[in-house]
């Protein structure tokens, strides 16, 4: 299991959410639900931003749990990049 899909586990518990509720709150099957909590799948950033405000999850430490960066962040640094570059 990795750790983000432990700490996604953890926090649904913690919610008394089970994987199919909370599979349906991000119109996902349970399946791909328990394919992430396994660490079998680490979902798009998109999927992230919905598991961050389903479970009301510090965003940034979710994306840095999944070793991804929100699509914006990279936008913006990008844009701060060239602007001064």
């Not at 909590?37 to 919905?50: A, D, N, Q, V, W």
């Amino acid at each position: 299991m990795s750790e983000f899909g432990r700490f996604i586990e953890n926090s649904r518990k913690q919610k008394g959410l089970s994987k199919s509720e909370l599979a349906r709150r991000l119109s996902i099957t349970p399946q791909y639900m328990a394919d992430i909590e396994k660490g079998r799948m680490i979902p798009s950033e998109e999927k992230i931003e919905k598991l961050v405000k389903a479970l009301e999850l510090n965003e940034k430490d979710a994306f840095k749990l999944a070793d991804k960066l929100p699509l914006r962040v990279l936008a913006e640094a990008k844009e701060e990049y060239y602007r001064h570059g």
